[in-house]
């Protein structure tokens, strides 16, 4: 099973910062099969990122995604106030899909 | 446009099985699948499985191979999820999610919107 680690657990900035969260896989995954979702409480995930790096339909482009092998990371240029939520990461490359345990995002 | 609705909460004593649907609308069901993925109150996402609308193969994780059953519905477009035998640790919230329709590697666009399951005694 690939196991994805995310960091930090908890990111606390404040409205306009940058926003940058780590996904670590092992063993590596392809950058093909490779998300990041977003979930506010009481609401389930939303699709962000697929592919490791195309936006999903609807997405802002302030949200951005890279990474390839071990290392993938999701960028939010600049916080809205919309963005304060958990953020998951996601292989579906391997035959058991698998997410990271999250990160929160929230406001400083 | 694409929706998926869930049948609403359950309550089940340990040792139970509970049954969820997914009913879905707004494109070809056979074209895609339905993963079913779960989250534990303030937890993280848990996968489950994955069912073919295409055909009805399934993929399931290990941890839930020997408890969970997916099914289809194709002339509903509706998709099911029974897990037996069940336990305290069950207790979560379910969720189904559009995917892929011939192999389960493919991200999941659309959601439902949870079903609570709660095991108690």
């Known amino acids: 099973e690939i196991v994805l680690t995310q960091s930090p657990d908890t990111l606390s900035l404040s409205p306009g910062e940058r926003a940058t969260l780590s996904c670590r896989a092992s063993?590596?995954?392809?950058?093909?099969?490779f998300a990041w979702y977003q979930q506010k409480p009481g609401q389930p995930p939303r699709l962000l990122i697929y592919?490791?790096?195309t936006r999903a339909t609807g997405i802002p482009d302030r949200f951005s995604g890279s990474g390839s092998g071990t290392d993938f990371t999701l960028t939010i240029s600049r916080l809205e106030p919309e963005d304060f939520a958990v953020y998951y990461c996601q292989q579906y490359g391997s035959s058991s899909l698998t997410f990271g345990g999250g990160t929160k995002v929230e406001i400083k | 446009q694409v929706q998926l609705v869930q049948s609403g909460a359950e309550v089940k004593t340990p040792g139970a099985s509970v049954k969820v649907s997914c009913k879905t609308s707004g494109y070809t069901f056979t074209k895609y699948g339905i993963n079913w993925v779960r989250q534990a109150p303030g937890q993280g996402l848990e996968w489950m499985g994955w069912?073919?609308?295409?055909?009805?193969?399934?993929k399931y994780a290990q941890k839930f191979q020997d408890r969970v059953t997916m099914t289809t519905d194709t002339s509903t477009s509706t998709s099911y999820m029974e897990l037996k035998s069940l336990i305290s640790d069950d207790t979560a919230v379910y969720y189904c999610a559009r995917g892929g329709g011939v192999v389960p590697t493919v991200h999941f666009d659309y959601w439902g919107q949870g079903t609570l399951v709660t095991v108690s005694s």
């Open positions: 069912i073919s609308g295409y055909n009805g193969n399934t």
């Open positions: 063993p590596s995954v392809s950058s093909v099969y």
């Open positions: 592919g490791a790096s």
